[in-house]
């Protein structure tokens, strides 16, 4: 397990079963808990939960939360660390760890509550803690607002307006505010927005500026300002990836100021047999990605770049079956073009970069950044400022190849799965 032939080795799957959204990120006492929408073979949808120490290598725990008779599936949220204890939980050294979502059947907000580290997890309470409000409200994300001194939720609710039995992307963010995690008060909404909310605060690089930052579940994003109350938009809706494969968006709590992001490459175009043949796992995650927040000539922006981290996965060992890549800048134009598979992954011609069915200007003096896995690569511009992220699915077993008339890094990656460079079998 763990290497066959079209499974990601640099990027986390399920063992076994189907994946999606990444729920529940949290850092606790050295460990790296990922929570993600899991449906083993043959079950319904619960969460499943890996942890790291490093965010390069995870040890897979299975199905953490379930579903059940009570709330249905149980569908996306968020953790967070109970430092204070409000919850009244705590005996000894270890901290209460509380994970939210939301209950397929019922549309309500669930607590559950963990005092060994998140390897075990029990209802707090059998009712939600936030009731439906509108059929279909979902996604809370929960974290502390040092400013205020109150926990904020964060929650996707389809706009007021919209009474019919379908609902529409058109939809708008409740905020909420806590003392205890458990008694919430809404504060505000803002529209318009689809699923998967995410709020945080970055620091503008080479200032003293903090913003804070709201993303929907495209990637999508908002630069402004969050008091606790409301958050106020100080920028236009800006694009947070130019790719195909990239959804539900989220950012782990309690890991200072450090922001990371994790997201479902999401890979749902074809059939269930022709994504993965053979395959005893669908989809994957995205490669974990640091933000920063830059001043650019046209406004301020999220740039996003693979953790550093990746560097304790590089190899100069042959042959070559994943790689991250690194096109440097030039005085004249490039040409370059990187295809594994059968497959043509990206190729740089003059100003234009070109990636399955996009095209991004791209001049010769930006840095072009390419994470090959084996079914996916990731393309960062300019450190980061534009990001193309993309699934493929090889059509015969040539090698990773890279024409370059310029100066080209090809760094070799080892599989986060075990020792020694990955090998197809």
Not at 80 to 108: E, R, Y
Not at 170 to 185: M, R
Not at 248 to 254: D, E, I, K
Not at 378 to 398: H, Q, T
Request: glycine content about 8%; some cysteine.
């Amino acid at each position: 397990m763990y290497n066959e032939k079209l499974r990601p080795q640099f990027h986390f799957t399920a063992k076994s079963g189907w994946l999606n959204d990444p729920n529940g990120l949290l850092y606790h006492d050295g460990e790296y808990h990922m929570f993600y929408q899991f449906v083993p073979p043959g079950e319904i949808k619960g969460w499943g939960h890996a942890v790291s120490t490093d965010l390069l290598h995870w040890d897979d725990l299975g199905m953490a939360i379930p579903a059940n008779n009570v709330y249905g599936e149980t569908w996306s949220g968020s953790a967070v660390v109970d430092f204070d204890n409000v919850l009244g939980l705590q005996s000894g050294a270890d901290k209460t760890l509380a994970a939210f979502f939301t209950g397929l059947s019922t549309w309500g907000q669930y607590m559950y509550v963990s005092t060994d580290k998140g390897r075990t997890w029990e209802p707090f309470q059998d009712e939600p803690v936030i009731p439906e409000i509108m059929p279909g409200n979902r996604d809370p994300k929960v974290f502390f607002h040092t400013e205020s001194g109150k926990w904020i939720l964060v929650l996707w609710c389809r706009a007021p307006e919209n009474t019919e039995d379908a609902e529409n992307h058109d939809g708008i963010y409740l905020f909420f505010a806590s003392d205890d995690l458990v008694n919430w008060e809404r504060r505000s909404s803002l529209g318009s927005f689809f699923e998967c909310p995410d709020l945080f605060k970055l620091t503008v690089e080479d200032t003293d500026d903090e913003k804070w930052v709201l993303v929907d579940g495209k990637g999508d994003y908002l630069v402004g300002d969050f008091d606790g109350n409301a958050f106020v938009p100080e920028t236009d809706i800006q694009k947070g990836d130019f790719g195909n494969n990239f959804y539900a968006t989220q950012t782990w709590n309690n890991v200072g100021e450090r922001i990371v992001q994790l997201v479902w490459m999401r890979n749902t175009e074809t059939e269930d047999q022709e994504r993965y043949p053979e395959m005893p796992f669908d989809q994957q995650m995205n490669f974990p990605c640091e933000l920063s927040l830059k001043n650019c000539s046209d406004g301020i922006k999220v740039f996003r770049y693979p953790i550093d981290e990746i560097k304790e996965l590089y190899s100069d060992d042959e042959p070559i079956d994943c790689a991250d890549i690194i096109i440097k800048p030039s005085d004249k134009q490039r040409e370059v073009t990187v295809s594994k598979g059968g497959i043509t992954l990206c190729s740089l011609t003059g100003g234009t970069l070109k990636a399955f069915d996009k095209d991004l200007c791209c001049s010769m003096k930006e840095e072009v950044r390419i994470l090959v896995d084996r079914v996916s690569v990731e393309i960062f511009v300019s450190e980061g400022e534009k990001v193309l992220s993309f699934c493929y699915l090889p059509i015969n077993d040539d090698v990773l190849a890279v024409c370059s008339d310029g100066e080209v890094q090809v760094n070799a990656l080892r599989s986060i799965w075990g020792s020694g460079l990955t090998s197809v079998r």
